[in-house]
């Protein structure tokens, strides 16, 4: 006999938003941070489990998409750190975990995470020609607001700590081209804790990344 799991939404949701609150006070909490730097892969792995879990429809097309989707970022990634053709001159640290040729195995999990959330809230703009242009904003938005906290907590540096504008305008056209074939392939992206996901990490970067220009970052 074959048990079928389920998870509450709401307890889920709660999980979450205390999660990224704990994860505040984690790196904020100098003697904390080295733990909390350790447990950045589990926390994206997490991210990226629920919402498949709570993906409502759940068609070979859309797991192939995801997959699709995770690969691309990785890959992308992989020539940017590794030829510096794309986005810039910059390299990982040891934060995200395992790496394969100087890249994240788990890097791709963080476009899979922001592009699945950003398109699961477009719902009622995802049939219109702009849908691409403002879904690759939005990620450049984000970005924006998670560079100086992925500096600060050893996720990535940039040659001469300086962020090109090449890194933006990358992100804006690979994540823009991804967000454009969701619109042709018509990817059915339905997902109860996509608000409160990428509302939490919002929250997290933007709130560290206030705090690290304050002398609260180094007590």
């Not at 999660?19 to 003697?31: K, M, T």
């Not at 996720?155 to 300086?162: A, H, K, V, Y």
């Not at 996901?197 to 970067?205: D, E, G, H, R």
Request: aromatic residues 14%.
């Amino acid at each position: 006999m074959k048990m079928k799991v389920t998870l509450d939404v709401k307890v889920v949701k709660i999980i979450v938003v205390v999660w990224y609150l704990v994860g505040i006070a984690g790196f904020l909490i100098h003697p904390l941070r080295p733990l909390f730097q350790q447990l950045t892969p589990f926390g994206m792995v997490m991210a990226a489990v629920l919402l498949l879990w709570f993906q409502e429809s759940k068609s070979l097309k859309n797991w192939i998409f995801f997959a699709a989707i995770a690969l691309t970022g990785f890959i992308a990634e992989l020539i940017g750190v590794n030829t510096q053709r794309l986005f810039g001159a910059y390299s990982y640290g040891d934060t995200l975990g395992l790496k394969l040729w100087n890249t994240p195995l788990i890097i791709g999990l963080n476009w899979l995470v922001l592009i699945y959330c950003i398109a699961s809230l477009s719902t009622n703009i995802r049939n219109n020609w702009y849908f691409p242009v403002i879904g690759a904003a939005t990620m450049v938005a984000f970005d924006w607001i998670m560079e100086p906290v992925a500096i600060a907590t050893g996720m990535w540096s940039w040659t001469n700590d300086q962020i090109p504008l090449k890194n933006y305008t990358d992100w804006f056209l690979i994540s823009g081209f991804i967000f454009l074939m969701i619109r042709i392939l018509k990817i059915e992206l339905n997902n109860r804790i996509a608000g409160v996901l990428i509302l939490m990490q919002v929250v997290f970067f933007l709130v560290l990344n206030l705090l690290i220009r304050t002398p609260l970052w180094d007590l």
